[in-house]
């Protein structure tokens, strides 16, 4: 296949870095506002939510499951809700398109159903590993089949009775953990989730915000079924995950000074904050206030040199999808950075270990694989070609490493950056960075 397939990008150094801004919302929240919205009671008006087209997705299977979403302005839903059991069966299959939070988040909400249903995705999508919720969900007493290897479609049965379980996470993922609270619902008895490590608590904010009795605190959930979702206003704040690539590329170019406005700070999603700080970074949040009860910050990042850090362990669940944009930090700092303790990043929308070593050796970095991460070596860029697998965050971290090398570098495959940041390109560009369309 060739590695340059359209639409693409042309990445090239731009100048510094300057202005205010505001990233999209959140995408977790997004996907969850209209989850909960959808079985609530009454209408639930969403503000700030994100035009992707993965939660675009998620809404569109709503309603084909028979709720009626408006969309008065971009970037605002108002969902009636159908109540947890007025969902209809859907007359075809439920595209989620490359949204592994979709799927999985889906997965739970349609196992309580007294209909069949089937969750099919993108190629990507179509790779990626659904075990992980569908092993648990069965000993709730639901029944999903997967293809060869726990991949989807996944063909859900509906009609089971489900009943609560207490099941520890193997591997921290606050899809898994959202999907069991969700299938919770339609349980009998109490569902209890533990976690290895505390991942996002999205939804069980947003539970308890929605009137559902929930006890949770860092790393363990419960709840029990029987209750009722009432309607909620949602305000969602800037993806903290989409505002790391410009903290990435204010921090590593010369002469930025850059203002990224009302961002998340859930401390389940900051991980990055504290990797690029411990790196030398220059980042201080100004402004604190909370938008639906979720902590928001303005972030003002100035250029400072970077040097390279062991990636502490206990911070790779806060950072899990932002290890992108910090590898292209590291091959920007001094000295040698190593990650460890990573080898969910395997299973992401690519293998994003080995597509960003690809793509950083492509353009002359240092740096090696290891099964559960990387050692990268600090040092400087060129010109070169890289394919971002169609994984979004590796078109956007590319588009970063550019800024700084010798050299125009050409992204493939960069259609997917719509699923969660569309008009990247037209802020970067905005704000400084040299990006065009290939
Ligand atoms: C998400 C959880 C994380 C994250 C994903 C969004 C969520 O996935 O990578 O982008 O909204 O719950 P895992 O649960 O697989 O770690």
Same mark, same amino acid.
């Given at each position: 296949m060739s590695n340059l397939q359209q639409p693409a990008w042309i990445a090239t150094r731009g100048g $510094?870095?300057?202005?205010?801004?505001?990233? $999209?919302?959140?995408? %977790?929240? %997004?996907? /969850?506002?209209?989850?909960?919205?959808?079985?609530?009671?009454g209408t639930t008006r969403i503000r700030g939510f994100l035009e992707g087209e993965d939660t675009r997705a998620t809404a569109r299977v709503f309603e084909q499951l028979g709720v009626r979403i408006e969309a008065p302005n971009a970037s605002e839903r108002i969902v009636h809700g159908v109540g947890l059991h007025g969902l209809r069966a859907p007359s075809g299959e439920l595209d989620c398109g490359n949204a592994g939070t979709g799927m999985r988040l889906l997965a739970g909400v349609l196992a309580g159903q007294a209909f069949d249903s089937v969750l099919i995705g993108d190629a990507s999508l179509s790779r990626r590993p659904m075990r992980r919720v569908t092993e648990p969900l069965a000993a709730m007493g639901a029944r999903i089949?997967?293809?060869? !290897?726990?991949? $989807?479609?996944? /063909?859900?049965?509906? !009609?089971? /009775?489900?009943?609560?379980?207490?099941? @520890?996470?193997?591997? @921290?993922?606050?899809?898994?953990? %959202?999907?069991?609270?969700?299938?919770?619902?339609?349980?009998?008895?109490?569902?209890?989730? /533990?976690?290895?490590?505390?991942?996002r608590d999205y939804s069980e904010r947003m539970l308890a915000a929605f009137g559902w009795p929930i006890a949770f605190a860092p790393g363990q959930a419960r709840l029990s079924g029987g209750h009722v979702l009432r309607a909620c206003d949602v305000e969602v704040p800037a993806d903290f995950s989409s505002a790391a690539f410009f903290l990435v590329a204010a921090s590593v170019v010369p002469g930025s000074e850059l203002l990224l406005r009302a961002v998340g700070l859930n401390p389940r999603r900051t991980g990055l904050l504290q990797a690029l700080r411990l790196m030398g970074a220059d980042i201080t949040e100004q402004n604190p206030g909370s938008h639906g009860?979720? $902590?928001?910050?303005?972030l003002l990042v100035r250029h400072a040199p970077l040097h390279g850090v062991d990636v502490p362990v206990t911070l790779v669940p806060d950072m899990i999808d932002e290890f992108p944009a910090l590898f292209v930090a590291a091959a920007c700092a001094s000295g040698r950075t190593r990650v460890s303790g990573a080898a969910e990043l395997r299973v992401k929308e690519s293998d994003r270990i080995a597509t960003m070593a690809t793509g950083l050796r492509a353009l002359g970095a240092d740096i090696e694989e290891r099964p559960d991460g990387a050692v990268i070596e600090g040092g400087?860029?060129?010109?070169?070609?890289?394919?971002?697998? !169609?994984?979004?965050?590796?078109?956007?971290?590319? @588009?970063?490493? @550019?800024?700084?090398?010798?050299?125009?570098?050409?992204?493939?495959?960069?259609a997917n950056v719509a699923t969660s940041f569309p008009g990247f390109d037209a802020l970067a560009t905005g704000m400084g960075m040299g990006l065009a369309a290939a």
């Open positions: $510094p870095l300057r202005g205010q801004w505001h990233v $999209p919302g959140d995408k %977790s929240v %997004s996907h /969850r506002a209209v989850m909960l919205g959808a079985i609530a009671e089949d997967t293809d060869d !290897g726990g991949m $989807p479609p996944l /063909r859900i049965h509906g !009609g089971r /009775r489900l009943h609560g379980i207490d099941y @520890a996470l193997p591997v @921290a993922s606050a899809q898994v953990k %959202s999907a069991l609270l969700l299938a919770g619902l339609y349980a009998d008895g109490e569902t209890v989730v /533990r976690e290895p490590h505390p991942t009860g979720e $902590p928001v910050a303005d400087r860029l060129h010109g070169g070609d890289v394919n971002s697998h !169609g994984d979004h965050r590796i078109a956007m971290s590319f @588009a970063i490493a @550019a800024q700084l090398a010798d050299g125009e570098v050409r992204i493939g495959d960069v």
